[in-house]
RNA sequence: GUCCCCAUCGUCUAGCCUGGACUAGGACACCGCCCUUUCACGGCGGCAACAUGGGUUCGAAUCCCGUUGGGGACGCCA
C-alpha cells in the first residue's frame, strides 16, 4: 500500500439530520478523493451515548446517498479498517490510553464534574482564561492506584507539555498556538468511552487517513490533537479547514434562516445535482467565471488549494438560481417523472387520474421510454404532461413551482389571480368575445395547435379586433393567470372540451 | 473574559502567495431596453466593493503592524 495514497473521511456524529454545512464538508471530502482517485472513509462518531441515536444515523446516511455523495468505505460498504462506528472500536481506544498512561503523558483525574463547574465559575468571574488547572497531576502513583480499585469515577486526562504547538493548515497556512493556552483535557470519559479528540486522532491514525477536512470550528481542536499523534508517536495527516458556512445576517446559520437540513431540501424539490454544485460555490470556486458545473466538471476542477478562506453567506436566491439550471437541464422522462410525484403528492394529479377526461391530445407524443415505467397511472399521463413540461420551457424553474404552475391542466380549481381578472375579464365586450372563440373551437375540424391558432386569429380579423384581444381574455379564462406558456398550446393539451367549458363559464 | 480565525459590490466570488497590464472581472438579486400574444428564458446596458489608520515601496486590493467589525473555540458534546 502506497504511503501517499489519498484517503479522506466524513466522520458525523448521528445526532440530528445532516446539516448544510456538514453536506458541504462532506462534499469537499468526496470531490478531492474523487478528484485524486483516493479512498473515501464514512465513520460514525457516536461516542456520546446520551445524544446519538439510529434515526439521526438512518437520516444522515438516506440524505448522503440521495445527495449522491457515496463512499468506499463504511458503514453499508465494510471496508480494511472497520469498524466504521466508533461505538464499536473501544478495544482500539483503551489501548492507546493505557500506552499514554503507561509513558506518562496522561494520566488519572479524580475531580468530579460539580468542581471543576465550580472552578470554571471562579476563573470566568476573576476574568482568567477557563481551562483545567491540572491539580490531579500530582497526585502520587499509589494513591491513584487505590483510588482506581476503590472504583472512584474518574478520566483520564492528556498532559500537555510546554512550549508550542505548530502545523500547517492547506487552506490558511502554518498556524501556532500556545500550549499553555489548552488545559489537559479528557480522553477518556468516566464511563469508559473515548472522547472525541482522542478518537478521532486514534481513528484517523488507524483509517489511515491523509487529509483531515473539516470545519473550521474544529480548528481549535486541531493543536491538541497535533499533540496527542506526537505523543502516541505518529505522522501527521494534513489538515485542510473550511470556513464555516452563515446565516443571510452573517451569524451561525440556524433554523430562523430557514430550511437547515439537507432533508428539507430535498422536501422543498431541489435536485441534488443543484444542491451539490451550489455548496460548491460555497467556499471554493475554478476560476473567475464558471459556477455551473456537473458533477464530473466538479470532481475535474476541484482542488483544494482553491478554497476560500472566508466564511460564506448561504443565500436561497443563488441556490434557487443554481438549481433552476440543472432542473432545467433533466432528461425529459427524469423530470416528468420527478414532475407527476410532485403533482400526486401535492394532490394536484389524483392517483387514478381520468382515462380520458381531458385529452383529446393525450397520445400526441409517447415519451420513447415511458414503457420502461411501471406506474400505470403515471404511464397513462405521461406523455401529455411530457408536452405541458415541454411547452413550459424555462418557466418551470423547479419541481415546487409544478403545483401552482400547472395546477389549472389538472382541476378547476386552480389558483386564481384576481389582478388578472379584474385587468382582462372585466370589459363589457369580453363575454361576446369568449363567446366566438369557444364557438370557434368547438367548431374548428382537427384540434391541433396550429388549426387553433389560425381560427382564433381569423376570428380575430373578423371581429376587427386584434389577436391579443382575444388571446388576453382567453388565457386567464382557462388558467386564471395573465401568464402562462402559448396559449393555443394550453388549449390544445386542455383538451376541446375543457377549453370550451372554462371559456363558456368566464363568458 | 481568554485564545484563534476571517475581512473585495447587499450576497457568492476572481484578483492577493509571485506588488505595476485593476479606470477591480464574473454571477445572484435589483433597474432599464430588446425579443414576444402574456410571463419566463435569452440578448444588451445600468446600479454597486478593495472596512479603517499607519507603514514598506517609484508604485499596494495585493506585503507588514495597529484599530474596528464579524465568526469560532474555550464540556466527562462532537
Known sequence: MSGSAVRVRFAPSPTGSLHIGSARTALFNWL???????????????????????????????????????????????????????????????????????????????????????????????????????????????????????????VVRFRVPPGSTRFRDIVRGELEFANEELDDFVIRKSDDRPTYNFAVVVDDVKMKISHVIRGDDHL???????????????????????????????????????????????????????????????????????????????????????????????????????????????????????????????????PDFGVDEWSECRAVQEPADAGKLSDESFRAEAPRLGVIINVMGQRLRNVAEAATRLAYFYKDDYPRNRDAYVKHLSGPEVPDRLDAVAEALATIETFKRTEIESAVRALAGRLGVSAGDLIHPCRVALTGDEVSPDLFAVIHLLGRRKSVERLRKAA
Not at 55 to 72: C, H, T
Not at 130 to 152: F, H, M, N, Q, T
Not at 275 to 301: C, H, P, Q
Not at 311 to 329: C, G, Q, T, W, Y
Request: proline content about 6%.
Open 220 to 350: 481549535p481542536n486541531t493543536p491538541k490533537q497535533v499533540l496527542m499523534y506526537r505523543a502516541m508517536g505518529y505522522a501527521l495527516p494534513k489538515f485542510a479547514h473550511l470556513s464555516m458556512i452563515l446565516g443571510s445576517d452573517r451569524t451561525r446559520l440556524s433554523k430562523r434562516h430557514g430550511a437547515t437540513s439537507i432533508q428539507e431540501y430535498r422536501r422543498l424539490g431541489y435536485t441534488p445535482d443543484g444542491l451539490v454544485n451550489y455548496l460548491a460555490m460555497l467556499g471554493w470556486s475554478a476560476d473567475d467565471k464558471t459556477e455551473f458545473f456537473t458533477r464530473s466538471a466538479l470532481i475535474e476542477k476541484f482542488s483544494l488549494k482553491r478554497v476560500t478562506k472566508n466564511p460564506a453567506a448561504f443565500d436561497v436566491e443563488k441556490l434557487d438560481h443554481i438549481n433552476s439550471m440543472h432542473f432545467v437541464r433533466l432528461p425529459p422522462l427524469e423530470k416528468v417523472s420527478l414532475v407527476y410525484d410532485r403533482l400526486v403528492s401535492e394532490h394536484i394529479v389524483p
Open 32 to 154: 478531492y478523493a474523487r478528484k485524486t482517485g483516493g479512498t473515501m472513509v464514512l465513520r460514525i462518531e457516536d461516542t456520546d451515548a446520551e445524544r446519538s441515536t439510529a434515526e439521526s444515523y438512518e437520516a444522515i446516511i438516506e440524505a448522503l446517498q440521495w445527495l449522491g455523495l457515496d463512499w468506499d468505505e463504511g458503514p453499508i460498504k465494510g471496508g480494511a479498517y472497520g469498524p466504521y462506528v466508533q461505538s464499536a472500536r473501544s478495544v482500539l481506544y483503551h489501548n492507546e490510553v493505557e500506552r499514554l498512561l503507561a509513558s506518562g503523558q496522561a494520566y488519572h483525574c479524580f475531580c468530579t464534574p460539580d468542581e471543576l463547574e465550580e472552578v470554571r465559575k471562579e476563573a470566568l468571574a476573576a476574568g482568567k482564561p477557563i481551562k483545567y488547572d491540572g491539580r490531579c497531576r500530582l497526585l502520587p502513583a499509589e494513591e491513584v492506584a487505590a483510588r482506581v480499585s476503590k472504583k472512584i469515577p474518574h
